[in-house]
């Protein structure tokens, strides 16, 4: 016979398949295969049909095309016969799907096997429609398939409950003719048609409400005592896996009675018994008896239930955490995550064992008990949860570290009961693994030692002694050198002694070497490098006897091929040698960095771009009263603008130096003496930050001065800390004189007030919620049509009073805004009073552009915080 002819058996072409040593072979036998099926659908060999279609389902397996012979399934669907049914099922099962148009042919063919007397070619039919069942058969076959819910014989029962999953799962609308046929199968005692029936009822209550209902009602208790009989029943060794009897049934039971019981204090009740027995005589030693102890736990952390119940399903996740198999400890985690929402407590109580997870050898396990450790630290147990984690710091794996620092320094971060505390568990954070934390973790650390003034000794102390031990810890050194420059008198001095430190002994030639390593070390990158150097110039005021030391180590950096380095270099190096007279002025300490601010960047709560109106004044070294609380940050770039033509005054040394347009702000009386003016520290102070390039600015005499944030080098990590936020000022007017000389002085007390508003305009809404609304006045001077005034009247439109009311504003580039004091911040109820504020906005395109900004209300209602943002943009275009 012909290897390759029709009637070759099936075994016959797969023992020629498995000959080929190569795949063109294995394709050169499929293709002969296949011509010789194609040539015998041509000629409607019926003889040979059935062993063709087994062929070409064998070849569709090997995955080679097979389209050409579906219309032999759907006849040999429609043959009398079982053998010849058989096959047609299982072909059209494996070689179509419900996207086939050629599967409408077959429901007729369906819809009589279905009604057919012999049971066996009814199973087929069912198996078949459950399998590549569409929508329009099921709204089609769905009549028979609920009449053969009923049928006598349990299999063809278990297989139309099967096949009315996918119908109900196709057309939901069908599932209100399934609840009451369902019902009744809930009470069969034969396990396959109870297994398909608690799978077809746990779809129902998921698809239809009206089902849940009626389920709850009719079927709870009726399915509590199957549970109760499947756990007490004695051995059944047709049902029995590793002696639990049927654990396939328990744990599908335990699922449907957790949808039962989920926000049903009755149905939980009527449950609460069989969990308890099922959670205590499952036996845990065998996997089977733990898959029915974790549904059984799920399902009591789902329903309504007392926390009796909760706390022994937790402890079963406890005796999970000790077992030696690392599935079930990762489930176990899983759960208790789950848990904690639920009973916080009693996962308390498992704490030493989830610690002991955070050092297994198994990575997925250790990082998932990181993120359950992190959920469970609390005000009470953060001390010693935190002393834990660092302890393992030390010893776990390079690869875990960088998760385990950024979750000990989040928890630092938000539960620490007091700042020394903080301090000192971040520095053996970073002393262990500072290579490690990302920059804003050391940027924090730093924003929370300028906020602790008492403990500014001590921490620099404490940095001294951590950068000999650390040094290869970038982190530590950059804070270190940070620390070292800002409060180097302090440590020499050994100012600020705490009742807890040892006595230590620093010269000023100690600490300039401590900065020296650092600049020198070939590890420390553009950033260390740099920060050295601020650093050093700071130290060249603090220690004048150490100045021409740091003037030479300054000095080398010269010559670096970094241009950041070069360029700052050589900036220093000329402050220290030809202006000792402003040194002073440029080094002062750096004023106290906003923490609430600085933290509502990180979240992304606060704009990156604020100015607010009220604040606490903090007296600098000089006496420049300074704004604290009042932040004045870049403002949002809410349009792409082009930037303003830069200031084309260059010929001032220092006012390159700075960045910033001094000659049109300085002011000097009649008489030569120059006058006082206001927060020219805070300007000098942004000479500091590092990187900042030239600020633009196209105003003969600006408003504020802007810190430009346009850096886009590594060296600018520090400029979110560094860069004094200082609130806008006014400069006083020219008459002369020395810009040197007018910028040591600083700024006129009083900004001047307008002489003339101009004509008014007409007031409009600018803000309106259901609980405030602003109006805003608005006039104009004459001769400088760029600046308009504007007067903010706030109303609360709401029955209680508000408290704390801050106004915050932000404006892209192009515009200039002032915010001066508001007129109180107690906002009565009911609109029977207000609160008004003044601003000035400067729009350097006027005519072009529109007045917008960004605005943000802050006040507490009953003690809560509130907050209230959005965004005006209906100011007339010529204002």
Known sequence: MNPFSSGTRLRDMIRAIRACKTAAEERAVVRKECASIRASVSDNDNDYRHRNLAKLMFIHMLGYPTHFGQMECLKLIAAPGFPEKRIGYLGLML????????????????????????????????????????????????????????????????????????????VPDLAENFVNPVASLLKEKHHGVLLTAIQLCADLCILNEEALEYFKKRCTEGLVKVLKDAVNSPYAPEYDVSGIADPFLQIRLLRLLRILGHGDADASDCMNDVLAQVATKTESNKNAGNAILYECVETILSIEDSGGLRVLAINILGRFLSNRDNNIRYVALNMLMKAISVDGQAVQRHRATILECVKDS?????????????????????????????????????????????????????????????????????????????????????????????????????????????????????????????????????????????????????????????????????????????????????????????????????????????????EFDSIIEKHQNIRSALVERMPVLDEATYSGRRSGSVPAAVSTSQGNALHLPNGVAKMVDAPLLDLLDLSADEPAAPNSSGSNFLQDLLGVDISSSSSQSASGKVQPQKSGTDVLLDLLSTGSPPAQNGLSTPDIFSISQDNKTSVSALDGLSSPMVPPVQASPTAGGSPMMDLLDGFGPTPPVPKDNGPAHPPIVAFESSSLKIMFNFSKQPESPQTTHIEANFTNKSSEVYTDFIFQAAVPKFLQLHLEPASGNTLPANGNGSITQKLRVTNNQHGKKSIMMRIRISYKLNGKDTLEEGQISNIPRGL
């Not at 078949?128 to 569409?134: T, Y």
């Not at 630290?377 to 794996?397: A, C, F, G, H, R």
């Open 362 to 570: 198994d990575a997925s396990i250790r990082k998932r008990a990181l993120e359950l450790v992190y959920l469970l630290v609390n005000e009470t147990n953060v001390k010693p949860l935190t002393k834990e984690l660092i302890d393992y710091l030390e010893v776990s794996d390079q690869d875990f570290k960088e998760d385990l620092t950024a979750r000990i320094c989040s928890i630092v971060e938000k539960l620490s009961p007091d700042k020394l505390w903080y301090i000192d568990q971040m520095l053996k954070v970073l002393c262990e693994a500072g290579n490690y934390v990302k920059d804003e973790v050391w940027h924090a650390l730093i924003v929370v030692i300028t906020n602790a003034s008492n403990l500014h000794g001590y921490t620099v102390r404490s940095l001294y002694r951590a950068i000999q031990t650390s040094v290869d810890q970038e982190a530590v050194v950059r804070v270190a050198v940070w620390c070292i420059g800002e409060y180097g008198d302090l440590l020499v001095n050994n100012i600020g002694m705490l009742d807890l430190e040892e006595p230590i002994t620093v010269t000023e030639s100690d600490a300039v070497d401590v900065i020296e390593l650092a600049i020198k070390r070939h590890t420390s990158d553009l950033t260390t490098r740099a920060m050295c150097l601020i650093a050093l110039l700071k130290l060249s005021s603090r220690f004048p006897s150490c100045s021409q030391r740091i003037k030479d180590i300054v000095t080398q950096s010269k010559g670096s091929l970094l241009l950041e380095l070069q360029q700052r270099s050589i």
């Open 95 to 170: 070689l179509l799907d419900e996207r086939q148009e050629v599967l409408m042919l077959v429901t007729n063919s369906l819809k009589q096997d279905l009604n057919h007397t012999n049971q066996y070619i009814v199973g087929l039919a069912l198996c078949a429609l459950g399998n590549i069942c569409s929508a329009e058969m099921a709204r089609d076959l769905a009549p028979e398939v609920e009449r053969l819910l009923q049928f006598r014989d349990p299999n063809v029962r278990k297989k139309a409950a099967l096949c009315s999953i996918r119908i109900v799962k196709k």
